[in-house]
């Protein structure tokens, strides 16, 4: 041939076998902006703040970095069990589109579901970057999202950036019963003393919200018993799809801690 060779290898006659390596169960896309976070000046969050936990839980995955890739389609996300979608989560510094789904992302994503899929995003900037959007209901499982009228400034009767410095878990529930844990945002941006009197706004800008009726509320704000925590469907309920959504960061669920209060355990619950 073209390359020179003059003869093939052909197994005696035979067929030749091999073994192929199965989908794993889970494809994370990681859609956080490295690059953005560090021309802002901000603190990179590595992606390891997921892979190790995911490998610490036990589970095989795919990994799909966003700003090296390009946003994935769906026939990349359809041989999948679970999909992961990680957004950058900086509200002060960040400027970039990552921190956000696209419409069509958004619609790829309940395609994805409607097909037997299952998701799960934790994030405390997607519900405000996302607007008013029937995604927020039909998959996120938010039915009600009480907006800040000055945000990012504190307010104890809204959910746009109210904050959650430490959630517990819904009794009896399959993914958080038992839980009480103190979240971390130490690699988060805040503003500092903004307005003069010694307070550094932020960095815990995390949300709560009013879920829909039918979705199971698992996590809840410890101070105000806000939901900051849902599933769905609920047990009994049919769904092609599958969804858990938390309104706060996973990096900001300790790596490590006595069982069941560490990333790891609410990883694999999940």
């Known amino acids: 041939d073209e390359a020179g060779n003059s003869a093939t290898n052909n197994n005696s006659g035979s067929l030749f076998a091999f073994v192929a390596a199965p989908t794993p169960v889970v494809l994370l ?17 590595a992606a ?18 966003v700003i090296e890739r390009g946003p994935p389609q769906l026939s990349d ?5 679970v999909v992961i979608w990680r957004t950058t989560d900086d509200i002060i510094n960040y400027t970039g589109t990552n921190n956000t789904l696209t419409p069509q992302q958004q619609a790829m994503i309940e395609s994805y579901l409607n ?9 405390m900037g997607i519900l405000s970057q996302l607007g008013d959007v029937p995604f927020r209901q039909s998959v996120l499982q938010v039915g009600g999202f009480v907006q800040n009228a000055d945000p990012p400034a504190p307010c104890s009767d809204c959910d746009e950036d109210f904050g959650v410095p430490a959630f517990q878990g819904a009794p009896g529930n ?26 550094n706004l932020g960095p815990d ?24 925590g849902a599933s769905y469907p609920p047990t009994g309920v049919d769904s092609p799809g599958r969804v858990v959504f938390l309104s706060f960061p996973l990096d900001s669920v300790p790596e490590s801690g006595p069982t069941p209060d560490n990333e790891v355990v609410l990883l694999r619950n999940i």
Do not use: R
């Open 48 to 65: 390891a703040t997921y892979t190790n936990a995911l490998a610490a839980a036990g589970f095989s995955f795919a990994y799909w970095k």
């Open 174 to 199: 399959l993914i958080t019963s038992g839980m009480d844990i103190t979240l971390d945002y130490s690699s988060y941006p805040y503003f500092p003393d903004i307005f003069g009197d010694g307070q």
């Open 29 to 45: 896309i990681d859609a956080y902006d490295d690059a953005g976070e560090s021309d802002a000046g901000s603190t990179v969050i």
């Open 115 to 123: 097909g037997g899929g299952s998701f799960f995003m934790a994030s």
């Open 77 to 81: 996300l359809q041989p999948f069990h």
């Open 205 to 228: 800008f995390s949300d709560t919200f009013t879920p829909v009726p039918i979705a199971t509320p698992i996590a809840f704000e410890t101070a105000s018993g806000k939901v900051c």
